[in-house]
C-alpha cells in the first residue's frame, strides 16, 4: 500500500499562483502512476493532470493546459501541481491518486489510493 497526504491548499485571489503538494508513504514511490483530481461542491470528482512513474510523461484536462504543471521528485516521495492563473472555476477539493498500474491514465477508476484531499478556493 502507499499512504497520500495533500497540502498546501488556502484561499488566493483569481490571476494569483499557488502550489499544492502530495506526500507519498510506504511502497516505492516511483512504481506508482499518479494524478490529481479535483472535485467542486455538487459535482463529481474531475482529472486534472497525470504523470508517469518516471515524470517525463504528463496530461493535463484542457481547462487546466498552459496554467498548470504536475511534477514529481521521487527522491522525496512527492509530487506537486503548481497552479497558475487561477479563477474561481478553479475553486474544489484537490486530491492526489495512485496506482502500480501500467495503463493507468485519466480515470478515477484507474487509481487505487488516494489522500484527504486540500481545500484550494479562488475568490474573484
Known amino acids: 500500500q502507499v499512504q497520500l497526504v495533500e497540502s498546501g491548499g488556502g484561499l488566493v485571489q483569481a490571476g494569483d499562483s499557488l502550489r499544492v503538494s502530495c506526500a507519498a508513504s510506504?511502497?516505492?514511490?516511483?512504481?506508482?502512476?499518479m494524478a490529481w483530481f479535483r472535485q467542486a461542491p455538487g459535482t463529481e470528482r474531475e482529472f486534472v493532470a497525470f504523470?508517469?512513474?518516471?515524470?517525463?510523461?504528463?496530461a493535463y484536462v484542457d481547462s487546466v493546459k498552459d496554467r498548470f504543471i504536475v511534477s514529481r521528485d521521487n527522491t522525496k516521495n512527492m509530487m506537486y501541481l503548481q497552479m497558475n492563473k487561477l479563477t474561481p472555476e478553479d475553486t474544489a477539493v484537490y486530491y492526489c491518486?495512485?496506482?502500480?498500474?501500467?495503463?493507468?491514465?485519466?480515470?478515477?477508476?484507474?487509481?487505487?489510493?488516494w489522500g484527504q484531499g486540500t481545500q484550494v478556493t479562488v475568490s474573484s
Open positions: 491518486a495512485a496506482t502500480p498500474s501500467l495503463t493507468a491514465f485519466m480515470g478515477r477508476e484507474d487509481y487505487d489510493y
Open positions: 510506504g511502497r516505492t514511490f516511483s512504481n506508482y502512476r
Open positions: 504523470i508517469d512513474q518516471s515524470g517525463t510523461g504528463t
